[in-house]
């Protein structure tokens, strides 16, 4: 590549410059830089002492080498400006045949921007707004200007006219700039040019630049919002459903240029997903139509928040201009309950009130149904007893609706407490029943929380002892004695905070008929006195009707007094035995009768005999002489290897038959009393003990009531 010439403006005192270095340089080395070349140099007859054929071909050939050979972008044009009028005035024919006759750009129409000695803009006119009733200024500036300005309007000639289209500044000095007083929509507002005519009609350097719009702004009308093709009034409320993605417009009207839409959320600024749209009025075809759409995702946090539209204009007083609406979310109730007691309610005493909470938009209805009635317990959020009665216990459920939908019910289980109270208890005052047979009573009583049942039994003593004898509503008794005859009553409780409630119901009585019957639960079954001693044997006995026979069935003995029991029918029978006596130890029977049967039962009597000191020393060297008899089998078996202290395969049969036949002898000595002779009697000594024996007479007794021994 070549040296570039890039021809710069010089002023007057270039215009001698004998300087020929940097060209001289640049001819020298054919390097691909830049050498910037005063105009003078290039005008100049002495450059390199070349005639001016030769310098003209030989900036011909600098410039033309300058044009890059690779890739598609050329050298900056405006390199080779020449910006100095004074010298396109004094050399108009060397600059001619330079960039006339010899263009290395040729694909340049004209001049421009190559030569200043061609006209060209200075500066076009550019995009402009005005306020109606404003003036404004069009520039339009010509550099060498020759020919004629003149302007258009939407492709149509502007003449000037006094007062509103006139000339801003000097022709001569190339100033086409138009200044268009009391701007008016209808008039002014369009596309507009400025032209120049040709230098001559040689040149053919003609001007038109590009169409600039001219904008007389109209303020906008107030923007509005609308939604679901209707318009909500400023301060209204925009209505939608919690969940909804609404797309809500905003329109700003008949404005000149349009508008331009935000969008803000209370404070915060929205971007809308869709891009603002601007078309121009069908009845006024100069103004335009800005819309600018929002999808907004809707939710019930956004209520009560303000959404506005703001349209930004100049013609604005303040510069823009907006709307604002409330959000007002719908959304499904949503219910809670606070008040729920917490302890227990106790009736007449204690009050209820509970609110069921319901958030909603709208506003919700609420109803309380109490469970297993129709009709509504309550027609507002608030649930009150006061005071609560057992009336009021039930399950309650909050439901609540409004146009978005139904809430969740909430229910309350309201729980009245009340103390226990009898009802019935019975069968009768006074129940009858046989002997042995089945009774049964019956306690019915009701609260809250449901009472524990307890039936107690008054004997009727002068302690007036308690039993217990159920903890059920019934008391059943399969077999009716004397035992359970006597005064019964009903005990129920139930526990309210913490609190024991107690109630007990009128007594009922239990009267039993029968054979007689000895009460052995009362009874004790032995009795042991020392000898010597007085033994008292006592049985109680009921009978309803009054026993007819009383006796202890021993021949010599009888029944020393009946007395009546402190328990009603019944009856006590005492035998007494003084001084008693090892004979006297036996079972003595009580037989009762009376005109529904007999009962017998048995007492057994221990009378202890202190033992003799002749019998204590007896048995002391009996057991003497058998730990003798012992360690001598020991030491005879060890000396005669018998038993376990055997030799391993010394035993001989016959060894252990002779000693067997000599412990027998030394068991027995002289004079020994065989063993089996201890345990029997003779059969005279036997018959004769027992002819004066009382056990003779117990035989017959025990063989006949057997069965009544317990």
């Given at each position: 590549m070549g040296c570039i010439f890039v021809v710069e403006p010089v002023t007057e005192q270039f215009l001698n410059s004998t300087d020929t270095n940097v060209e001289t340089k640049c001819l020298r080395h054919n390097?691909?830089?830049?050498?910037?070349?005063p105009l003078a140099n290039v005008l100049n007859r002495r450059i390199g002492g070349l005639s001016r054929s030769k310098q003209l071909s030989s900036l011909y050939t600098l410039r033309k080498n300058a044009t890059p050979k690779r890739g598609n972008k050329e050298v900056d044009l405006q390199r080779f400006k020449i910006e100095d009028a004074k010298i396109c005035s004094k050399q108009p024919q060397i600059i001619k045949e330079i960039f006339e006759k010899r263009n290395p750009f040729p694909h340049y129409t004209g001049y421009s921007p190559g030569v200043t000695c061609v006209q060209r803009f200075e500066k076009q006119p550019s995009y402009t707004e005005v306020n109606p009733g404003q003036n404004v200024e069009l520039s339009c500036k010509v550099y060498n200007k020759k020919g004629s300005c003149s302007w258009q309007k939407d492709n149509k000639p502007v003449g000037m006219y006094l007062?509103?289209?006139?000339?801003?500044?000097?022709?001569?000095?190339?100033?086409?700039?138009?200044?268009?007083?009391?701007?008016?929509?209808?008039?002014?507002?369009?596309?507009?040019?400025?032209?120049v005519t040709a230098?001559?009609?040689?040149?053919?350097?003609?001007?038109?630049?590009?169409?600039?719009?001219?904008?007389?702004?109209?303020?906008?009308?107030?923007?509005?919002?609308?939604?679901?093709?209707?318009?909500v009034l400023p301060g209204h409320n925009l209505t939608s459903l919690h969940g909804d993605m609404a797309t809500i417009k905003c329109v700003a009207r008949y404005g000149n240029p349009p508008a331009v839409i935000k969008w803000f959320l209370d404070q915060n600024e929205i971007t809308p997903t869709r891009s603002q749209t601007n078309s121009t009025e069908l009845d006024n075809p100069?103004?335009?139509?800005?819309?600018?759409?929002?999808?907004l995702s809707?939710?019930?946090?956004?209520?009560?928040?303000?959404?506005?539209?703001?349209?930004?204009?100049?013609?604005?007083?303040?510069?823009?201009?907006?709307?604002?609406v409330r959000l007002n979310v719908m959304f499904v109730p949503e219910s809670r309950l606070i008040g729920i007691p917490t302890h227990d309610i106790e009736e007449l005493k204690d009050s209820v009130a509970v609110r069921c909470v319901v958030t909603a938009n709208p506003r919700a209805t609420v109803i309380w149904r109490r469970a297993g009635q129709t009709q509504p317990a309550a027609l507002?959020?608030?649930?009150?007893?006061?005071?609560?009665?057992?009336?009021?216990?039930?399950?309650?459920?909050?439901?609540?609706?409004?146009?978005?939908?139904?809430a969740q019910p909430v229910t309350v289980h309201i729980d009245v407490k009340y103390s226990p109270k009898i009802l019935s208890v019975g069968p009768d005052r006074l129940t009858?029943?046989?002997?042995?047979?089945?009774?049964?009573?019956?306690?019915?009583?009701?609260?809250?929380?449901?009472?524990?049942?307890?039936?107690?039994?008054?004997?009727?003593?002068?302690?007036?002892?308690?039993?217990?004898?159920?903890?059920?509503?019934?008391?059943?008794?399969?077999?009716?004695?004397?035992?359970?005859?006597?005064?019964?009553?009903?005990?129920?409780?139930?526990?309210?905070?913490?609190?024991?409630r107690t109630v007990q119901s009128e007594a009922i009585a239990l009267q039993v008929v029968g054979a007689p019957q000895v009460l052995r639960q009362s009874t004790t079954h032995e009795i042991r006195v020392e000898k010597g001693e007085n033994a008292m044997l006592s049985l109680v006995v009921c009978a309803d009707p009054r026993p007819q026979v009383v006796a202890w069935e021993w021949g010599r003995y009888r029944v020393d007094?009946?007395?009546?029991?402190?328990?009603?029918?019944?009856?006590?029978?005492?035998l007494h035995i003084d001084a008693a006596t090892a004979t006297d130890s036996r079972a003595y029977y009580l037989a009762v009768e009376n005109d529904k049967g007999t009962d017998r039962h048995a007492v057994q009597l221990y009378v202890n005999e202190p033992l003799q000191m002749s019998t204590l020393v007896s048995i002391a060297g009996g057991c003497l002489a058998a730990f003798l008899l012992l360690v001598c089998a020991c030491v005879y078996a060890i000396r005669s290897e018998k038993c376990c202290f055997a030799r391993k395969g010394d035993f001989k049969p016959s060894d252990q038959d002779s000693e067997k036949l000599d412990l027998e002898k030394n068991a027995t000595g002289p004079g020994g009393i065989p063993a089996d002779a201890i345990y029997t009697t003779t059969p005279g000594s036997r018959s004769r003990g027992s002819a004066s024996s009382p056990e003779v007479m117990k035989t017959p007794v025990l063989s006949t009531f057997s069965n009544h021994l317990t």
């Amino acid at each position: 590549m070549g040296c570039i010439f890039v021809v710069e403006p010089v002023t007057e005192q270039f215009l001698n410059s004998t300087d020929t270095n940097v060209e001289t340089k640049c001819l020298r080395h054919n390097v691909g830089r830049v050498v910037r070349l005063p105009l003078a140099n290039v005008l100049n007859r002495r450059i390199g002492g070349l005639s001016r054929s030769k310098q003209l071909s030989s900036l011909y050939t600098l410039r033309k080498n300058a044009t890059p050979k690779r890739g598609n972008k050329e050298v900056d044009l405006q390199r080779f400006k020449i910006e100095d009028a004074k010298i396109c005035s004094k050399q108009p024919q060397i600059i001619k045949e330079i960039f006339e006759k010899r263009n290395p750009f040729p694909h340049y129409t004209g001049y421009s921007p190559g030569v200043t000695c061609v006209q060209r803009f200075e500066k076009q006119p550019s995009y402009t707004e005005v306020n109606p009733g404003q003036n404004v200024e069009l520039s339009c500036k010509v550099y060498n200007k020759k020919g004629s300005c003149s302007w258009q309007k939407d492709n149509k000639p502007v003449g000037m006219y006094l007062n509103k289209y006139e000339w801003s500044g000097s022709h001569e000095a190339g100033d086409c700039s138009l200044l268009i007083r009391v701007a008016q929509l209808e008039f002014d507002d369009g596309f507009w040019e400025c032209q120049v005519t040709a230098s001559d009609f040689t040149t053919q350097d003609a001007l038109t630049s590009q169409p600039v719009r001219l904008v007389v702004r109209v303020p906008p009308q107030q923007p509005r919002i609308e939604y679901n093709g209707s318009q909500v009034l400023p301060g209204h409320n925009l209505t939608s459903l919690h969940g909804d993605m609404a797309t809500i417009k905003c329109v700003a009207r008949y404005g000149n240029p349009p508008a331009v839409i935000k969008w803000f959320l209370d404070q915060n600024e929205i971007t809308p997903t869709r891009s603002q749209t601007n078309s121009t009025e069908l009845d006024n075809p100069r103004t335009w139509v800005a819309i600018s759409l929002l999808e907004l995702s809707i939710s019930k946090e956004n209520h009560g928040k303000t959404l506005r539209c703001v349209a930004l204009h100049e013609s604005y007083s303040t510069r823009s201009s907006s709307v604002e609406v409330r959000l007002n979310v719908m959304f499904v109730p949503e219910s809670r309950l606070i008040g729920i007691p917490t302890h227990d309610i106790e009736e007449l005493k204690d009050s209820v009130a509970v609110r069921c909470v319901v958030t909603a938009n709208p506003r919700a209805t609420v109803i309380w149904r109490r469970a297993g009635q129709t009709q509504p317990a309550a027609l507002q959020e608030l649930l009150q007893f006061s005071p609560a009665v057992r009336q009021h216990a039930g399950l309650y459920t909050c439901s609540a609706r409004n146009q978005a939908g139904e809430a969740q019910p909430v229910t309350v289980h309201i729980d009245v407490k009340y103390s226990p109270k009898i009802l019935s208890v019975g069968p009768d005052r006074l129940t009858t029943a046989p002997l042995f047979t089945p009774a049964t009573f019956e306690c019915i009583a009701e609260g809250n929380p449901q009472p524990t049942y307890q039936w107690l039994q008054r004997l009727p003593t002068p302690s007036d002892v308690i039993v217990e004898r159920g903890r059920e509503s019934k008391l059943h008794i399969a077999n009716v004695t004397y035992d359970y005859q006597g005064e019964y009553v009903c005990k129920v409780t139930n526990v309210i905070s913490g609190i024991e409630r107690t109630v007990q119901s009128e007594a009922i009585a239990l009267q039993v008929v029968g054979a007689p019957q000895v009460l052995r639960q009362s009874t004790t079954h032995e009795i042991r006195v020392e000898k010597g001693e007085n033994a008292m044997l006592s049985l109680v006995v009921c009978a309803d009707p009054r026993p007819q026979v009383v006796a202890w069935e021993w021949g010599r003995y009888r029944v020393d007094d009946v007395t009546q029991d402190d328990r009603e029918d019944c009856y006590v029978a005492t035998l007494h035995i003084d001084a008693a006596t090892a004979t006297d130890s036996r079972a003595y029977y009580l037989a009762v009768e009376n005109d529904k049967g007999t009962d017998r039962h048995a007492v057994q009597l221990y009378v202890n005999e202190p033992l003799q000191m002749s019998t204590l020393v007896s048995i002391a060297g009996g057991c003497l002489a058998a730990f003798l008899l012992l360690v001598c089998a020991c030491v005879y078996a060890i000396r005669s290897e018998k038993c376990c202290f055997a030799r391993k395969g010394d035993f001989k049969p016959s060894d252990q038959d002779s000693e067997k036949l000599d412990l027998e002898k030394n068991a027995t000595g002289p004079g020994g009393i065989p063993a089996d002779a201890i345990y029997t009697t003779t059969p005279g000594s036997r018959s004769r003990g027992s002819a004066s024996s009382p056990e003779v007479m117990k035989t017959p007794v025990l063989s006949t009531f057997s069965n009544h021994l317990t």
